[in-house]
Structure formats: C-alpha cells, structure tokens
C-alpha cells in the first residue's frame, strides 16, 4: 500500500467514525429538543391563558331593572295592564314582575331586550308611562341603538388593543356583547383569545400586531346579517373591503382549517380560538339551538304578506304577530292566524303548543292648527 492510499483510507475510517458519532449526537439532540419542546409549549400554552381573563361585562337571555317602589311598578302596568302589553308589543320583549322591586325583560335578542331595557329606564325616569309616550320613546332608543353599537365596539377594541379600526368594523364588534355562540358571548370570547393568541406570539417571536387583528376580527361574519355563506367566508369578504393586510384576511380565512395555513400567525390564532371556545363551561349547545328555535320561529310567522313585526315569547309557546292594517284587514285576521299556525306545526321544531295572535290596529291621528 502506497503513502497516498494509506491516507486515503485512514481519512475514510476517520470520515466514517465521526458520521456515526455526529449521527448520535444528532438523535441525542433531537430527542432532547423534543422533551424540552413539549415542556416549553405547556408552559407557553398555561401562561398564555393566565393571560386571558377579562373584566368585560356580557350580555345573555335576561335583563333586571330595579324600581324605586310598588308605584312605580303600577305605573308600568297601567290601567287594566295596557302599559305593560303597549310595551312588550312595541319592544318584543316578554316583561316578568315578581313581589320584589325587579322587572325582568327577557327575550333570546339580546340587541332587542337592551334596547327595551335602555327605553324602560327612560320612561321610568320621565314618569309619563302611556302607551303613546312609550312606542315614542321605544322608536328613538331604537334609533340610538348605532351610537350604542359604536360606543361597545370602541371597549372591546380598547380591551383587545386594538386603535384606529374603521367606523363599520367598530360597529360590528359593538354587536359582539350582544351575540352569543354555543352559550359564549362573543365579546367575551374575542377578548379572552386575543390575550391568549398575543402571549404566544409573543413568546414564541410571531409577529404581533398580525395575531391582535386576526383574533379581533376571526368571528366578524357571524353579526353580519345581510350577507350568504358562512361566517369564515363572510368575515374574509368583510374585511378584504376595508383594506386589512393579506397575512390578517389569512388568519381569518383559515381560524377553522377550512383552508391550510399560511403562516405561524394563523396558526396561532386557531390555537388561541380553540382554548378559548373549548375550555372547561366556555360553551353549551342548548342555548344555541335554543336561539336558533326562536328565530325560525319568528322567521316563520313575519314570513307572511302583511305582516310587520313577529315576536316569540315563552320560549316560543306563544308568538305575537303584528300585522299593516292597510294590508291585512279585519276577516283576514282568522285566517292568517291559522295559515302560521298550520306553518309553524309543519317547519318549527317545539315543544307543547304554540299559541298564535295577530294583532290588527287602526288608529286616527289629527293634530290642531297652530294659534
């Protein structure tokens, strides 16, 4: 054997004896970056949800006010209780009234049971309670109702971190204290996974301000109303209007793995949605499906020509019907009553019986001329 193919092969065992111990070294490595791995993500997870708790107040099924005084209760009654029916008709909300000094409004709406609420406080504060004044006073709290939207979308955006969204955005957060999923309030359940998906982006070094808005903005397509598809879709087509970053409308886009992730952001913010919307008493089914029984329900009885407003009470055994007069004369009364009736025993899911009135007003207004 030659100098030069001595080296060669002594270079050759060398060369293989140290491929094998850097091979071990490697699997070594490997696995202990996998032990530290998961043990690090618990700690990056358990920390973040420490992050999550929020003082923000939510909105359910039912609103309490307390009065001053039996009076005060008899005024909101009325005479032979026409105040107390004029207001439910006009505010769609079912009044409950006990021995206590306490009035309950209680409808699955939450924006209709706060706006009764809101328009109940005015009235009691005016002390003019008829039914004129309170169809009056209901009309313009119902009108308010935007500035209000604003005013809570401007605290959840505040409480997420979140400055400088455009005005229809902002509105449409505002609707989230009003809006639950699966039992969760959605505000609660967008501030609570903004902190949490913001710790790990910040643990982990993703990029912010990406995560922040993506959290914001994940469940924005549920209080849109005027648009088809699923949330996800309409969320996306939402914001895309209003000129969100592409990494954003992606978080969006892909929070329930419709579509595969683009980027560690989305990621985060589906991790960050799924310990929100999945840890132990967030969420319920029985009051989704309830909500959604209520509103087929009401969907089915304002479904028919002439009808202007329909409202479920009782957990929707009893159903309040409010028809044009102009449209829907008196001899049509009867028969419309038992056309909803007829439907909503072939389409509605219920329990019991539900007992259908159709209310027909006609009224006459002349106003003085001026002296």
Known sequence: MTKEEAKKQLLAEVQQELTSEIAKKIRAAEER????????????????????????????????IKVESEEVKGRIIGREGRNIRAFEKEAGVEIELDETNEIRLSSFDSIRREIARLSLLKLIKDARIQPS??????AQTRAQMEDILL???????????????????VKLLGRFKYRTSYGQNLALHTIEETKIGVAIAHDIGANVETVRL??????????????????????????????????????????????????VESV?????????????????????????????????????SGVSEAYAFQAGRDVR???????????????????????????????????????????????????
């Not at 004044?133 to 209901?138: G, H, K, N």
């Not at 892909?254 to 980027?263: G, L, P, R, T, V």
């Not at 004369?329 to 007992?355: C, S, V, W």
């Open 33 to 64: 970056i996998r032990l530290t791995a998961n043990e690090k993500a618990r700690e990056i997870l358990v920390d973040a949800m420490r992050h999550g708790a929020t003082q923000y107040t939510a909105e359910y099924t039912v609103s309490v």
């Open 133 to 138: 004044r309170i169809e009056e006073v209901v």
């Open 268 to 304: 985060i913010v589906w991790i960050a949605d799924a310990i929100s919307g999945s840890r132990p008493g967030a969420r319920y089914e029985p009051h989704e499906g309830y909500v959604e029984r209520m509103e087929k329900i009401e969907e089915i009885a304002g479904g028919f």
């Open 321 to 371: 019907v409010i028809v044009n007069p102009d449209e829907v004369d008196d001899d049509k009364l009867t028969i419309l009553a038992r056309d909803i009736t007829k439907k909503l025993e072939r389409e509605a899911e219920y329990a019991g019986q539900i007992k259908v009135t159709v209310v027909r007003e006609v009224r006459a207004t002349e106003t003085t001329s001026a002296k």
């Open 214 to 263: 993506g959290c914001v903005l994940h469940d924005i397509g549920k209080v849109v109303a005027d648009e088809e598809g699923s949330h996800v879709d309409v969320g996306v087509s939402v914001i895309k209007k209003h000129g969100f970053t592409r990494e954003v409308i992606a978080a969006v886009a892909e929070h329930h793995e419709d579509k595969q992730f683009s980027s």
């Open 151 to 169: 005013e809570e979308g401007k605290k959840i955006a505040e409480e997420c971190g979140v400055y400088n969204l455009p005005v229809e955005i």
